[in-house]
C-alpha cells in the first residue's frame, strides 16, 4: 500500500457559547482538516488546532506546510510505517504539534482500518466509553450557576470551572456553583497558570468544603517548581496542563514529584504515539492522566477519546471542546449522551469527511 496524495483544508468554527479564560476570550475556533489517501482506497482523517497561547502555532500557513513540508515526505510512502514517517517529519515540524498530530491521527486511522477495528480496541480497549467534564469559561456569579444548572439539567455529572484573574471572585464562584449543584456532581477548577503560589494555596484553603476533584494548572508554564511547590502544600490533586508539551516535560514532573495528574492533549504533545510514551511515563511515577482538548473538531476529540479508552491509567477525560462549535463538518464522530463519551465502533476512527 502506498499513499497518493495529501489534502488539507482549514474551517473556521464559531463557538455557539463564547468563553473566557484567564489568558483569552474564545469566541471561534479554527481547525486543519487533512486526508491521507492510499492506493487501496483507505483513507486516513486528522485534524490539527493550532493556537498560538497553546501550542505555538497559526493557521496562517499552516496548508501551505503541509503541501511543501508533509505531502513530500508521505506520498509515494507505505502509511504502515507509522513511526518511520513521523520521525521524519518531526525535525522539519520541529514547533507545529498540532500539525505533527494531524499526521499521526490520520496516519492511526489507516492502521486501524487496514486491521478493520476500531481505533480505540486497536490501542488496547480498555473501556469502551467515558465521563467527560465540560467546562464553564470565567462569569459572573449569577451567569456561572446559570450554566452549571444548565449542563447538570443536560445530564453532566463533570463540570470544570475555569478561573485564574481574581482569587477572591474564583473562590465565591466555586462555592455558590456547590452550593447549587449538590454533592454528588464532581467539581474540577483550572486556573490556566494564573495564581501566585501563595494565591493557589489561599484558593485551595478556602474551597475544601466545595470538595474540588482536582486543581489545574494554578501556576505559569515554564516555572515547575511552583507546580511543585503547591502539589505538596496543597490538600487537592494538582494537575500540570500548559506545563507539559512534550515526552521530556512529562518526565521531569514525574521524577521531581511536582504534580499529581497530567493533562494530555494530542495537539499539544504530536499526536497519539507521543500521548502513548507520557502515559507510560505517568504510569511508572505512579500518576493519573487525564485527557483533555482544546477547542477542537469532534474529529479531534474522537483521536483524543479512542486514546482515553485505551488504557487503565487514563482515569480522566476532559473532552468537551467540541460541543458547541457551529458547522463542525466532524460532527459526527462522537456521541455524547448523559455527560458520556461514545466512540464509533466503525474501523479506525469511524470519520468520513466530504
Not at 23 to 31: G, Q, W
Amino acid at each position: 500500500m502506498r499513499i497518493t496524495g495529501v489534502e488539507a483544508w482549514q474551517v473556521t468554527m464559531p463557538l455557539a457559547r463564547p468563553y473566557t479564560a484567564s489568558y483569552d476570550t474564545v469566541e471561534a475556533t479554527t481547525n486543519v482538516f487533512l486526508r491521507i489517501i492510499t492506493d487501496r482506497k483507505l483513507v486516513g482523517y486528522g485534524c490539527a488546532t493550532p493556537d498560538e497561547h497553546a501550542t505555538g502555532e497559526s493557521t496562517k500557513a499552516m496548508v501551505e506546510t503541509i503541501q511543501a513540508v508533509v505531502e513530500p515526505v508521505l506520498k509515494g510512502a507505505d502509511p504502515l510505517r507509522r513511526s518511520l514517517l513521523m520521525e521524519r517529519l518531526r525535525p522539519l515540524l520541529a514547533e507545529e504539534p498540532s500539525l505533527r498530530a494531524a499526521v499521526d491521527i490520520a496516519l492511526y486511522d489507516i492502521l486501524a482500518k487496514k486491521c478493520e477495528l476500531p481505533l480505540w480496541k486497536m490501542l488496547g480497549g480498555y473501556r469502551d466509553r467515558m465521563l467527560t467534564s465540560v467546562t464553564i469559561g470565567i462569569l459572573p456569579e449569577r451567569e456561572t450557576i446559570e450554566q452549571a444548572r444548565h449542563w447538570v439539567r443536560r445530564g453532566f455529572r463533570i463540570l470544570k470551572l475555569k478561573g485564574g484573574i481574581d482569587v477572591q471572585d474564583d473562590v465565591a464562584r466555586v462555592l455558590k456553583v456547590r452550593e447549587a449543584v449538590g454533592e454528588d456532581i464532581r467539581l474540577r477548577f483550572d486556573a490556566n497558570g494564573g495564581y501566585t503560589v501563595e494565591e493557589a494555596l489561599w484558593f485551595v484553603d478556602q474551597t475544601l468544603s466545595a470538595r474540588l476533584e482536582l486543581f489545574e494548572q494554578p501556576t505559569q508554564k515554564g516555572h515547575a517548581d511552583m507546580l511543585g511547590q503547591v502539589t505538596r502544600r496543597g490538600s487537592v490533586p494538582v494537575m500540570a496542563d500548559e506545563s507539559i508539551v512534550s515526552l521530556r516535560d512529562a518526565f521531569r514532573l514525574a521524577s521531581n514529584d511536582l504534580v499529581d495528574m497530567l493533562n494530555v492533549k494530542l495537539m499539544k504533545v504530536g499526536g497519539i504515539a507521543e500521548a502513548v510514551q507520557i502515559n507510560a511515563v505517568a504510569r511508572a511515577a505512579r500518576l493519573e492522566v487525564m485527557v483533555g482538548c482544546m477547542d477542537e473538531s469532534a474529529l479531534g476529540i474522537a483521536a483524543a477519546l479512542h486514546f482515553a479508552l485505551s488504557d487503565s491509567n487514563i482515569a480522566y477525560a476532559d473532552l468537551d471542546g467540541h460541543i458547541d462549535l457551529v458547522n463542525d463538518p466532524a460532527a459526527d464522530a462522537v456521541t455524547i449522551e448523559d455527560g458520556t463519551l461514545f466512540p464509533s465502533q466503525l474501523p479506525g476512527l469511524g470519520v468520513m469527511l466530504a
